[in-house]
């Protein structure tokens, strides 16, 4: 196998060491640099006990955010600053983290608390004064099973309040005192995925990393491995690394299109948001483009997993994996988006209605990606809703989003996505039609209800029955149309998308 030299900092220290491309970040902190206090649970991203925080140098400044190890791969270290449990105190003296989780009595067993206090470092790292909304959004992507929670957020409470009335500093204390030799350390590394050194003579092997910094150069990549099966395109890599853990499968090549600039950045345009196959969900979730133009957009990726995974995770991953529960699947199919394709062959458009084709099957041809996705603005007004067995960092039982527009009270646009409920995303098209031309009425709604329902042609799973899901769509639909009704006399229609979620 591939052997890879990556070099980045962890705890304020210099490091150049070993990795294949199959290993864990999780794995390289613990066996191959002994620092287990990194612990690992689930080893699927789920759980949080091995979040550590990984810290990108932008602008002078260094971004820290809470990643779960057990799926980063740990190739994705080179050019970053890892601070992992053992890197917080100074000496005897705890972070003001520790001391509040220590104070509020928030640990017990002690397996969970390093991902908790990594969680909330980055937390507090990149805000000063959170709210209380932020501060359980942090936490959600950890499990504790012994304290309750409330004694956790207590001690961010603790913090917070500390930071608040001046008796924490967020530079000294929050911040580790080897911040400003790192930023210098890290301004000197070759950055980008396409940095990381291969040593001579182990050029290929059973497992090849590949990182292209533009389209040509993937392209040419990908021509040279003729079979799609050979290989891997990842960006987060979370999935890939989900199937290593618990299926003991891993491609022949990885590919990551992390470090091409062309799959970058959200823009607007006279028409539609267009947004680059490189996007984080945590970007999205903090772009004020978006915030501003579809704020339900930024809302269902708020759903979605939880803050260490949607740091890593991209919207374009979560449509080429086609699973018929995507949340994003099925938002994207209600909004309309057409998709920027293109490969060896050249470009070209999808619209999101022909991109599914069957279970986990895309109409993506050989050696094809997602460029760039266009959702269309103006006018419109959307929601989305799934049901799951948690509220957060859960799959979805079955999931839905509506799309609505209106002209003089009467609907003139409509398209209702629903997942969950056959082997892949679908559009309830009856019940479109059905509310085209109609105002939204008592009778209407539970019309379309029914209409949706009939669409439907679910299985029974550990989630949930056949039934159980028609009826989960029904009323998905009946809360949709009654909130935007609500919504009609509450905001005024020139505003480009309205949602609720």
Known sequence: MQSLIVTFYINGKACAYPVKPDQTSLDLIRNGLGLTGTKEGCSEGDCGSCTVAVGSLAKGRIYYRAMTSCILPAVKLHGKHVITIEGLSKGERLHPIQQAILENRATQCGFCTPGVIMSLFCLFAGSRHPSVERINAALEGNLCRCTGYESIRQAAYQVSEGLRRRLISAGRDILPEYEAKVRKGLAGIKGGPDAVKVPEGNEGGTAAYHAPKTLPRLFAILKRMRSCRRYRLISGGTDVMVDRNIKGMFPENLVDISGIPALDGIKLGRKNLSIGANVTLAQIIESPLVVRQLPVLAETAARMASAQVRNAATLAGNLANASPIADMGVLMLALGARLKLASP?????????????????????????????????????????????????????????????FSNGMISEARIALGGVAPIPILADKAARYLMGRELCEETIAKAAELAAAACSPISDVRGGAEYRRTLVRNHVVRHLAALKNSMSLVPSTKRGQGCV
């Not at 991109?355 to 050696?367: E, N, P, Q, S, V």
């Not at 266009?374 to 959307?382: D, I, K, N, Q, T």
């Not at 989305?384 to 948690?390: D, M, V």
């Not at 799959?395 to 527009?405: D, E, G, M, R």
Request: glycine fraction near 6%.
């Open 345 to 405: 062959k050249g470009s070209r458009t999808a619209n999101i209605d022909d991109f599914y084709k069957a279970y986990r099957k895309t109409c993506l041809g050989d050696h094809e990606l997602i460029v760039r996705m266009e959702v269309p603005l103006g006018g419109a007004r959307y929601s989305f809703l799934k049901s799951a067995k948690r509220r957060a960092v859960d799959i979805s039982t079955a999931n839905s989003a509506v799309k609505l527009k």
